[in-house]
């Protein structure tokens, strides 16, 4: 009895064992595998694969479902809209060939490249866009972004709650190669848009006939980026190869791309210096260590965290209190010292880089608006504190990653330092979080917003009032000055590039300075180390992040 | 066979035997004095000096974890970012973190919370975990089927949906914790004891006290309990670095404590992700909890040799 | 014998029953929706309704339990939110065979070593080799896994390049992830097995059997282990479990495209339908375990009578 059960425990586990082994994946990357970079003797001409890591699972590559930036990662990469940002994160030209905007600046008329195709051979026309726009715009979109088509094309949001047919929304195909879109408002960033992966285009007849296996392996998608994908595992990655259809084909320099995922920092840190990886994020402690490394480099993006006020808290709905905590943060230690992995200390929402017009960025334009000032802050909490009649006891929601952790701390530390005030740190998961926000049951959280397209526009809508309401909701702090909202309307409605940059500019400062509805704290960097042999990997600082297109290695010439 | 070898024991001269005393006094003479099975232990757990040595040093961690924090020129919470991530010094024992925080100050700060969770962890296993297996071994049948049908169900339940469900409803804090720990903590103990009293239950000396009357309460205080010692010590040791662990993950998603307080779970856990540049951060604490089970390992076998009974010669 | 176990599995059903049932009900109490939160509260709430309504998260929580009871018993375990568009038992096997594999290198690497080790221990009592086991069991529980793997990786993966510092492409690289999880599991069993040992060793049948002449190596393999065999059997239920379902922090250092990760990651976006596929699984085999071990009790000890055989 005992003997048969203890064969029949070794004959299961070994039957397991086996059919565990069929779990491996990737297979031997043989030459393509890069050698350590300190070790230049190896022929490096034989090096033909880029080998790049991501920390989180790439759950789909369904585009209408993606919202995380692995996700975008790859899918810029396969695919290709209209536009795509080249190397100094301007749209260019991609599988649009040439365009005209009407007068008003509502009408935009897309031509296709010609012989355009899938890379299973299908030719890609314009209804291929209007498919997967309309998509994008339907109920069927998971991701959340329908806002970033419903904003602006006319009648999408109207389509998306199935009160008007497809036929009535403003995206057209006017013939194979001619998109026609209809906008609400005047969008000079709309170009911008078009480089998303929710504007890319989609086969309808190969989406439909896929149905619920649609991006669920390689062989069920086809692409027309500058690569196809080989294999895909959303916990292990993806295997790029070169499109042969793709009809800039001949300027992609590097024929395989293997994008790997490792969840643990100082994990990838050990596969780079084994020479397993070509490029690697450093966590903050890092830094240090390699600043002066000649692969060490950072990279600033149009992401700002920042604190939210709740409006309608008894203790913050004083302006006072919220100017007294704006002005008690020393921002540039939180970046410098707390980060120090290419963050920089935020002078307002806007980040750095963001467009604004010929005569400067819009941070340029508008300055430091939101600057440390501990005897301010002081005095600003005593008139607070006098109007409350008592000391207000607060607490600051957060979600519970370890970076926004230590923002916290910090924050907490220099309130501590700076006020006098001991603020109670309130952690929770990060649907916690904002179920608490969306109920309106928090005093103040920290957030964090990354830009989606160039323009100040995309921070500063996000706490225009609803038109029911007559406030923000509550996730946004339930920010009730109409002056705000007007603003921005107006903006958003204007032709002339410079009054809308101004409407842009005033109502910055009177969200952040007059209101300070919002404290900003820093732009988000990234320190990474790449190895030397690997040139022109384009980091965006919005969007999607990273390019392979353009990118080559060191001694393969190219013509 | 038999008859002719009784009958050469019976041709021993009378003259070879001699006589043991029997003396009406030293047959009544007590060779040891009265001591129940707790003093018994007690005495002879003072004669394993590697376990006494291992009390003291508890002692004097405890003392530490309450005294160090007082007598540290830092408070805990106490930033300095003009020395941050410094290594150990004369001015910080430990060196300091990323805030430029003493780490001598925080880790026995954190010691402190430790220990109680360590304590909470292994007061549920001892009251909870040997009650009810103890129980459901020995009324057995119907009862025993239900009680461990509870214990697959309170497994099989994902743990970390309750515990989120417990951060919604509950305020941060150790009273949380100790609520997260106490619906699975003690499930371990309870299995074990539990398969070690079915072992025990259809033994001779249970069978022997039960023909001489003894009440169910004492056979299991006095007969099975005691038995069970070893794996009740030795679980113990698992259950108490494992709640320790626990509380940092708990506290990481929110449920126990929050910056600027710390467990020794919590040092190690940020200690790991600095591992590479700034070692010390984890090594210090972990010192300190391997110390710390080190010290109750050696006292938990101790005490175990001092309360077996078949230990005692 | 066979009623016994046909009586177990009864209960393993009624038990997996309760346990989907109130899982269910606590999984809807969690906070927000599958979709991803901060987006899509930016939603008109028409849109939003319209969303919820396509996946049927509107309907009252009962009619949701009770159509997913209904596939379930169909042996369809629905499609993940998560993994867009996956069906739940793709997703659950694909992570399953890796968990499984370094689970049960781990478990059988901790049984010899901590068998082992724990057996000497209490024969040669007060030794070196049994200090040397104290030493190794005291670290292996309160030196926690990710740190050990952490170290394993950077000194055997990246310093002395043995054997790949992370991911998942062979069997290689399934070494490092099974050592570092089979440390803690070692301490276990050495711990468990020396204690009992030391308690069975000062027993009248182990003076008998040495008396009886039987050599050392039989007194202590058939007489002793059998008989101190039983917590260690008691925690390998769990420790095979805990083992085989994977571990988050241990998958993610070596990058093995396991199950633990997948768990947390599921709860936490609230991917209903991959949060009670785990859940059925895992309990599952939690109970199917405990049901083994259980028997395994009374084959080893006949001593132990199992209810329902005559006691009951």
């Known amino acids: ?559 | 066979m038999n008859q002719e070898k009784n009958m050469d024991y019976q041709n021993i001269p009378r003259e070879l035997f001699t006589k043991v005393q029997v003396d009406q006094g030293e047959r009544e003479r007590i060779g040891r004095p009265s001591l129940t099975a707790w003093q018994d232990g007690w005495i002879r757990l003072k004669q394993n000096k590697a376990a006494v040595v291992s009390l003291f040093v508890i002692i004097a961690i405890v003392a530490l974890a309450i005294l160090g924090p007082v007598f540290s020129p830092y408070n805990f919470a106490q930033t300095d970012y003009s020395a941050t991530y410094q290594g150990p010094s004369l001015a910080h024992l430990f060196g300091t973190d990323m805030y430029g925080r003493d780490q001598f100050t925080r880790i026995w700060y954190g010691t402190r919370i430790s220990l109680l969770i360590g304590f909470v962890a292994a007061c549920l296993d001892l009251f909870v975990g040997v009650t009810y297996g103890a129980v459901s071994a020995l009324l057995g049948g119907k009862v025993d089927a239900i009680m461990q049908r509870i214990i697959e169900i309170l497994v099989g339940i994902p743990h970390l949906i309750i515990v989120i469900l417990l951060m919604m409803v509950l305020p941060a804090g150790v009273g949380t914790i100790i609520v997260a720990l106490a619906i699975t903590g003690w499930v371990n103990m309870a299995r074990l004891v539990r398969a070690r009293i079915l072992q025990l239950k259809n033994q001779e000396f249970v069978m022997a006290a039960e023909v001489l009357g003894t009440s169910q309460k004492n056979i299991i205080l006095r007969h099975l309990i005691p038995n069970t010692v070893g794996i009740i010590v030795i679980n113990a040791m698992f259950t108490i670095p494992s709640a320790i662990f626990t509380e940092a993950f708990l506290s990481f998603i929110g449920i126990g404590l929050s910056e600027p307080q710390a467990s020794l779970g919590v040092l190690i856990n940020n200690g790991y992700s600095v591992l590479q540049s700034y070692p010390y951060l984890l090594i210090c604490p972990a010192i300190v909890i391997i110390l710390i089970m080190v010290c109750f390992s050696i006292l938990g076998d101790g005490l175990r040799d001092a309360l077996d009974p078949r230990m005692s010669k | 014998m066979l009623k016994y176990i046909g009586k177990r599995l009864v209960y393993l059903v009624l038990t997996l029953l309760i346990i989907i049932t109130v899982t269910f009900f606590l999984m809807k109490k969690l906070p927000g929706t599958p979709f991803d939160t901060e987006r899509f509260s930016m939603l008109a709430p028409e849109q939003q309704e319209i969303m919820l309504e396509k996946y049927g998260l509107n309907d009252p929580v009962p009619v949701q339990y009770i159509k997913y009871l209904g596939n379930l018993i169909r042996g369809d375990l629905g499609t993940s939110f998560l993994y867009t568009g996956r069906p739940v038992a793709d997703v659950i096997f694909s992570r399953l065979g890796p968990s499984m594999l370094i689970g049960i290198q781990a478990v059988l690497l901790g049984l010899a070593v901590g068998l082992t080790l724990g057996i000497i221990a209490a024969w040669k009592h007060n030794s070196g080799i049994d200090y040397f086991t104290m030493v190794i069991a005291v670290l292996g529980v309160s030196v926690p896994n990710f740190v050990v793997a952490a170290l394993l990786q950077y000194y055997v993966g990246l310093q002395w390049g043995i054997l790949p510092v992370a991911f998942w492409t062979n069997w290689a690289c399934s070494v490092l992830p099974s050592i570092a999880l089979s440390f803690s599991a070692t301490a276990m069993f050495a711990r468990f097995i020396r204690t009992e040992m030391l308690d069975v060793l000062e027993q009248d049948y182990i003076t008998t059997a040495r008396a009886k002449g039987l050599s050392q190596f039989k007194v202590l393999m058939v007489h002793a282990v059998r008989n101190s065999i039983i917590p260690v059997v008691t925690i390998l239920g769990p420790v095979v479990v805990n083992l085989l379902t994977g571990s988050l922090a241990v998958e993610s250092i070596y990058s093995v495209p396991g199950i633990g990760s997948l768990f947390v990651d599921c709860i936490k976006n609230n991917d209903y339908s991959t949060i009670m596929g785990i859940t059925v699984f895992y309990s599952a085999f939690y109970i199917f375990v405990i049901m083994v071990v259980d028997i395994l009790y009374s084959v080893i000890d006949p001593r132990i009578r199992i209810q329902g055989s005559k006691e009951g």
């Not at chain 1, 307002?348 to 604004?356: A, E, H, N, W």
């Not at chain 1, 509550?474 to 909202?485: E, H, M, Q, T, V």
């Open chain 1, 1 to 559: 009895m005992k003997k048969k059960l203890v064969s029949t425990v070794l004959a299961s586990a070994l039957l397991v064992s086996t059919l565990a082994g069929c779990g491996f994946t990737g297979g031997d990357t043989g030459s393509g595998t890069p050698t350590t970079s300190g070790d230049p003797g190896t022929a490096t001409t034989t090096r033909d694969t880029l080998v790049y890591y991501d920390s989180n699972e790439i759950r789909t590559l369904v585009q209408w479902a993606a919202s995380d930036t692995q996700s975008f990662t790859i899918l810029n990469n396969t695919f290709e809209g209209l536009f795509r940002l080249d190397a100094n994160h301007e749209p260019e030209k991609a599988l649009c060939e040439d365009y005209t905007v009407s007068e008003d600046g509502l009408t935009y008329t897309f031509t296709l490249r010609e012989g355009l195709e899938w890379s299973n051979g299908t030719p890609l026309t314009a209804n291929d866009f209007v498919f997967a726009w309309l998509k994008q715009m339907s109920a069927d979109a998971t991701n959340g972004y329908n806002f970033i088509m419903t904003d602006y094309i006319v009648n999408g949001a109207e389509y998306g709650e199935n009160k008007v047919s497809a036929e009535e929304v403003g995206v057209k195909a006017v013939d194979d190669r001619t998109l026609e879109v209809h906008l609400k408002n005047p969008t000079p960033y709309f170009l911008y848009l078009t480089t998303l992966s929710m504007y890319f285009p989609l086969n309808e007849a190969f989406v439909t006939e896929q149905g619920d296996n649609y991006g669920i392996k390689a062989e069920n998608m086809i692409y027309c980026g500058p690569y196809v994908i080989t294999s895909y595992d959303p916990a292990v990655g993806t295997t790029l190869k070169k499109n042969d259809k793709y009809w800039d084909a001949e300027n992609v320099a590097i024929p395989n791309v293997e994008v790997k995922i490792i969840k643990d920092a100082s994990a990838a840190l050990n596969a780079y210096q084994a020479g397993t990886l070509d490029k690697v994020n450093l966590s903050s402690s890092d830094v240090a260590k390699y600043k002066d490394d000649p692969e060490f480099h950072t990279v600033t993006e149009f992401r700002v965290t920042y604190l939210q006020y709740n409006m309608e808290d008894p203790a913050l709905s004083n302006a006072n209190i919220r100017k007294a905590l704006g002005y008690a943060i020393d921002r540039s230690i939180l970046a410098d010292t707390i980060l120090a992995d290419g963050s920089a200390a935020s002078e307002g929402l806007v980040s750095f880089g963001v467009s604004g017009s010929d005569e400067g960025t819009f941070r340029e334009l508008n300055g430091n608006i939101s600057s440390f000032d501990p005897d301010l802050a002081k005095e600003y909490w005593e008139k607070g504190v006098a109007e409350l009649g008592s000391e207000p006891k607060l607490s600051l929601l957060i979600a519970d990653d370890s970076v926004t952790k230590n923002i916290a701390t910090f924050v907490q530390s220099q309130f501590r330092d700076n006020l006098g005030i001991e603020v109670a740190i309130d952690s929770k998961t990060s649907k916690a979080r904002n179920e608490l926000m969306d109920n309106n049951n928090y005093q103040f959280a920290i957030t964090a917003w990354g830009a989606d397209y160039d323009d100040a526009m995309t921070f500063l809508d996000l706490w225009i009032a609803d038109a029911k309401t007559g406030k923000s909701t509550p996730y946004r702090g339930n920010y009730a000055n109409p002056a705000y909202s007007e603003l921005i309307l107006s903006a958003k409605a204007d032709a002339n590039a410079e009054t809308r940059l101004q409407s842009m500019l005033d109502a910055e400062k009177l969200l952040v300075e007059e209101d300070a509805v919002v404290s900003p704290l820093y732009y988000k960097g990234f320190a990474y180390l790449q190895s030397a042999e690997v040139q022109d990997l384009i980091m965006h600082p919005l969007g999607s992040p990273v390019e392979f297109k353009f990118a080559h290695f060191a001694d393969s010439a190219e013509g």
